[in-house]
């Protein structure tokens, strides 16, 4: 019968899952609360045995909340975020890259989402994506706002794995 029941959760590894949100100033405005709204939905579908960190970037990147399972708090983090500056893809990425770098926890899948236009330096952007590949982190892109759509798809393509949410 369809509809009865709570549906089944497929099993899977714990997820560590950065989220890191471009607030330059090309997302100020509409594409910025569409990032927001998005970071927030997206800390909703973790599950408990998953954790989320937030880094935000613009000239420069900064973690703003570390690596929690505490939904509440995240989503207070992303509330409070304003936007202005630069863009730094490659910033953004690489403060990603240290903080899973510090954790060192192979047992976990490890995700990153950025959200942003894509409006950054093409080439510097690739390489940060280039070692998080090597570095067995899946990154995923949402465009937001006048996207530069082939950075961001750049961005993911040297990722292969797939992983569960």
């Known amino acids: 019968m369809f509809g009865v029941g709570t549906p089944e959760v497929p099993e899977r590894n714990p997820i560590d899952l950065v989220l890191i949100l471009d607030r330059s100033g090309s997302m100020s405005g509409t594409p ?57 893809i490659h910033a953004g ?22 959200l942003s236009d894509g409006e950054s330096n093409e080439s510097s952007a690739l390489a940060q994506a280039n070692s998080a590949a090597e570095k067995g982190i899946t990154i995923f892109t949402l465009g937001l706002g006048g996207v530069n759509e082939r950075l961001l798809k750049n961005n993911c393509k040297h990722n292969r794995r797939r992983v569960q949410i």
Not at 49 to 77: M, Y
Not at 94 to 99: D, E, M, N, Y
């Open 32 to 88: 910025w609360t569409k990032a927001k709204e998005a970071a927030k939905i997206i800390v909703d579908l973790i599950l408990p045995q998953d954790r989320c960190a937030v880094i935000d970037f613009s000239d420069s990147a900064t973690l703003r909340q570390g690596l929690t399972s505490d939904k509440e708090l995240l989503k207070q983090v992303i509330s409070s975020l304003g936007s202005g500056g630069g863009t730094s």
């Open 93 to 114: 990425i690489a403060r990603g890259i240290q903080l899973i770098d510090s954790v060192n926890d192979t047992d976990r899948q490890r995700v990153f989402m950025l």
